[in-house]
């Protein structure tokens, strides 16, 4: 399907929570991301967290092997992290600050206030190939910073925008142009993502230069409305062919 040039990237971490929520091995990310290629999507995102809440070494390893479209991996700049992107090589690697306790990911990274260690960990992770992005809010220093270290891309926090309502909606719309404007006259691609849904789709794409939006949650909790009645009448359809006796 097009869409104006923006480009799709799927995030499928809740898909791999159903599964973790009950130990099965369904649902299946890879078959959920193979669904998403299906349907038009440009990527597949995934976070690899360092408490494996919901995204598994192995995910990503699959997901690696079988996708055609772009791989990209949501990580913490960990030495332990690092070398698994490495061995994976995901297309993209987007580094987020990472807190265990957190129900997701809360903030942007602090570019500023760790830029030594952030220079090395992109250097090493585009030495492999890997195109390095930094999730970070919309801030001239952080940007600015992003670009000082080497980052080629920066994927804006839109949760702030998405969380808010009325004039503090627009006041955090205003900084998202603003800070997309100011990213891509600093020659850095520019994404988006978090909280997007399609209620406040309409205002994310008013954000000028961008080139991928990164979409999760939303997509995934509608894909469980959407395909009930399907659900539904297949285990129906089960129960209506069995046509044994006792067990
Ligand atoms: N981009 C980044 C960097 C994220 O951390 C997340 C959440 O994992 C997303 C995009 C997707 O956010 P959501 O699930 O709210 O669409």
């Known amino acids: 399907m097009k869409c104006r040039g923006f480009k799709l990237g799927v995030n499928v971490d809740h898909v791999a929570t159903l599964r973790q929520a009950r130990g099965t ?17 440009h990527g597949i995102t995934v976070h690899l967290r360092e408490d494996r809440r919901h995204i598994q070494d192995a995910d990503v390893a699959r997901l690696r092997k079988a996708l055609k479209i772009r ?27 990472e807190k265990r306790r957190e129900l997701t990911t809360e903030g942007g990274l602090n570019v500023c206030g760790q830029r030594a260690t952030l220079r090395r960990a992109v250097a090493r992770l585009a030495d492999a190939g890997i195109v390095v992005s930094l999730f970070v809010d919309p801030e001239r220093r952080q940007l600015e910073a992003a670009a000082a270290i080497g980052a080629s891309v920066v994927e804006l926090h839109t ?17 998202l142009i603003a800070g997309a404007c100011y990213a891509h006259g600093l020659g850095l691609q520019v994404n988006a993502g978090h909280g997007i849904n399609l209620a406040n789709i309409s205002g994310i794409l008013r954000i ?40």
């Open 159 to 175: 949760g702030a925008y998405c969380d808010a309502t009325g004039s503090r909606a627009q006041r955090e719309l205003r900084r």
């Open 25 to 41: 091995v369904y649902p299946d990310p890879l078959e959920a991301a193979r669904l998403c290629e299906k349907a038009g999507a």
């Open 208 to 247: 000028p230069w961008l080139d991928t939006l990164n979409i999760g949650h939303s997509i995934v909790a509608r894909a469980v409305l959407i395909g009930m009645r399907a659900a539904v009448r297949e285990m129906l359809k089960a129960m209506a062919g069995y046509r044994g006796g006792l067990v």
């Open 71 to 97: 791989l990209n991996l949501e990580m913490a700049a960990t030495p332990a992290i690092i070398a698994i992107a490495i061995r994976m090589r995901p297309d993209e690697v987007c580094l987020v600050p």
